[in-house]
């Protein structure tokens, strides 16, 4: 069956750090890619979505390429802000029955 | 453009107590709605999912039962609260099938059960 598995937290980076979080999928067939970010206290998000094979999701710095060869969709920013700090979770949905699978979560802080 | 609401945004409940949490869409028809659960610190939790008016699925049995009696309408019920029911309840819906559009989700509702 289809699944999602999220690179574990908790992640700490210092301002203007490199982020990576890793995610990887498996599906039966042609999924639909997504980055959600969780502020505390508050609901998902969409950050970022990827349709096909080598999109790229790009929104408020955060990109993430849809890499079919690789089953990956990893959320990457060149630069993290204090702001950013929040949980993030990627989540596939696979077409026709729009089932939605999501990771677990990566926590993410950001210290001045 | 479509919204989609909540309530309460917090309750506390004291444990045997029924439980009422209400969701709606606007600006759709025929979404897909979903009830999720997020313990403290924890991942998303599937506890129901609606593909239209009385259709709904469950993906884990317990002591929660949801109703969707109108096409944006979706409910989440219990008769009697158990300490293991507290959390972060989130309500979300999507397009419905044959689309690869995400999901859209509520601001979430609190429960402590005490």
């Known amino acids: 069956g289809d699944s999602v598995t999220q690179m574990e937290g908790p992640v700490t980076l210092s301002e203007e750090a490199f982020l990576t979080i890793n995610c990887t999928y498996t599906?039966?067939?042609?999924?639909?890619l997504f980055w959600y970010v969780q502020y505390p206290g508050e609901g998902l998000q969409l950050l970022l979505k990827a349709t096909k094979a080598d999109d790229k999701g790009s929104n408020k710095g955060f990109e993430a390429t849809y890499r079919k060869e690789t089953t990956s969709f990893h959320l990457e920013k060149g630069s993290v802000q204090v702001s950013d700090s929040a949980v993030y979770f990627c989540a596939l949905s696979d077409p026709p029955g729009n089932q939605f699978y999501f990771g677990t979560g990566t926590s993410l802080t950001v210290i001045p | 453009s479509q919204t989609i609401h909540q309530w309460p945004a917090t309750l506390v409940q004291p444990v045997g107590s029924p439980l009422s949490l209400e969701c709606t869409v606007e600006g759709t028809s025929n979404p897909n709605l979903y009830w999720y659960r997020q313990a403290a610190g924890r991942g998303l939790q599937l506890l129901f999912y609606s593909i239209g008016i009385d259709q709904i699925s469950s993906e884990v049995p317990q002591n929660l039962s949801a109703s969707r009696p109108q096409d944006r309408q979706f409910i989440l019920s219990s008769k009697k609260l158990l300490l293991s029911d507290s959390g972060f309840y989130l309500c979300a819906w999507s397009p419905g099938q044959f689309s690869n559009q995400p999901q859209h989700f509520g601001d979430g509702t609190r429960l402590s059960i005490l």
């Open positions: 599906a039966t067939g042609y999924p639909s």
